[in-house]
C-alpha cells in the first residue's frame, strides 16, 4: 500500500463557464466573487488547510485574469503600503503568499480526463488531489483530509460523494458501491457518467474532490474518449477500481455530509454567497437582521 502523504493539488480551470453568461464573457468564471474573494481562491485555501502547498492550475487562454490573481501587484501593494491601509494590503497580498502555484494550459479542451493527464509532467509518480473550482466545500467542514484518512486505510484512489435525488443524478458521476465496515466509506465497483435516474447504480454523486493513485496516468493515455468525444476521468476510474492494489488500483468513496456549493450553478452560487456572508463577523451580524427584515417583507 502506497503510504505517501499527499502534497500536489490539481485544479483544472479550463472552462468556459457558459451558465454565468454574459458575466463570463471576459471575466474566468473562478474569478467570479463570493462575498468578496474570487471563488477559485477558497479552492485553493482548501488544498493549504490540507496540507497541499504545490498547487497546479490547468488553464485555457482566457484565464489570465486568475494567474494575475495569485501574482503580485506591486503597484497596487505599494499604494496600499503608502496609504497605511495594513488591512487591504493584507487581503491583497493573502492570494499571493497562499502556496507554490504553477500553471500548465490544457490546449484543445478534450475533457476533465485530459486535464488530469496533462498534470503528469508536473506530479510525477505521486499520488495527487484534484479539486474542481466549481465546487466549493464549506469550510466549516473539511472534507480531505478525511479522504486523506480512507486512503491511508485503503490505498488506491478516494473519491468524494455525496447523496442525491435521484432526479439529480443525472448530473454527475455516479458509482456502483459495496458497503465497508465503515458507514462512511463504500467501495467502488463500477462507474457511470450522468446516468439516467431509472439506470443510475446508486444515489451517490461523485463531486469534485478526487484522491488519485499516479497509476491513473498510464490508464487515461489508454482511455478513449467517451461521453461527449471527451476522455472521461470517469472512465478511467473504473478501470482502476478494476486493477489489483499492488499496482495502484482500488476505488472507495468517501459519503460527505457537509456543506457544498456548485459556484458553477447560479442558485447554489447566491446560497454561497449568503451562507458564507452569513458567518462573517464583519458582515454577519448587520447582513442577518437585513435578510430577515427582506424575507419578512417578501
Known amino acids: ?15 468556459l463557464g457558459t451558465r454565468f453568461l454574459p458575466a463570463t464573457k471576459a471575466t474566468p468564471k473562478e474569478m467570479l466573487p463570493v462575498v468578496d474573494k474570487p471563488a477559485i481562491q477558497y479552492v485553493v485555501e482548501e488544498a493549504v488547510a490540507a496540507g497541499l502547498d504545490d498547487v ?13 490573481h495569485f501574482h503580485r501587484n506591486l503597484e497596487l501593494e505599494q499604494v496600499l503600503h503608502e496609504k497605511g491601509d495594513t488591512a487591504r494590503l493584507d487581503a491583497v497580498t ?3 503568499d497562499l502556496a507554490r502555484i504553477h500553471y500548465v494550459r490544457q490546449g484543445d479542451p ?3 480526463g485530459h486535464a488530469v493527464l496533462v498534470a503528469e509532467s508536473h506530479v510525477g509518480d505521486e499520488p495527487f488531489a484534484v479539486l474542481l473550482g466549481d465546487d466549493l466545500i464549506d ?16 490505498g488506491g484512489s478516494v473519491l468524494c460523494l455525496m447523496q442525491v435525488p435521484r432526479e439529480s443524478i443525472s448530473l454527475y458521476g455516479c458509482p456502483a458501491v459495496e458497503l465497508t465496515d465503515d458507514p462512511t466509506v463504500v467501495t467502488v465497483t463500477d462507474l457511470v457518467e450522468k446516468p439516467d435516474a ?9 463531486i469534485g474532490r478526487y484522491l488519485l493513485d499516479p497509476a491513473v496516468f498510464d490508464v487515461l493515455r489508454a ?10 476521468l470517469t472512465d478511467a476510474l473504473r478501470v482502476l477500481a478494476t486493477m489489483p492494489a499492488g499496482q495502484g488500483g482500488g476505488v472507495h468513496g468517501l459519503v460527505f455530509d457537509g456543506l457544498r456549493y456548485d459556484t458553477g450553478d447560479r442558485l447554489s452560487y447566491l446560497q ?20 430577515a427584515e427582506f424575507v419578512a417583507r417578501s
Open 1 to 15: 500500500m502506497d503510504g505517501r502523504p499527499v502534497r500536489k493539488a490539481v485544479i483544472p480551470a479550463a472552462g
Open 56 to 68: 497546479l492550475f490547468i488553464t485555457g487562454r482566457s484565464k489570465r485574469p486568475l494567474e494575475d
Open 94 to 96: 493573502e492570494s499571493t
Open 110 to 112: 478534450l475533457g476533465l
Open 139 to 154: 469550510p466549516r467542514n473539511p472534507v480531505l483530509p478525511a479522504m486523506a484518512d480512507v486512503r491511508a486505510r485503503f
Open 198 to 206: 431509472d439506470v443510475a447504480p446508486s444515489d451517490y454523486a461523485v
Open 223 to 232: 482511455t478513449p474518449p467517451g461521453r461527449g468525444g471527451e476522455i472521461q
Open 272 to 291: 454561497a454567497s449568503v451562507m458564507l456572508a452569513c458567518e462573517r463577523e464583519d458582515l454577519g451580524p448587520a447582513f442577518r437582521t437585513w435578510l
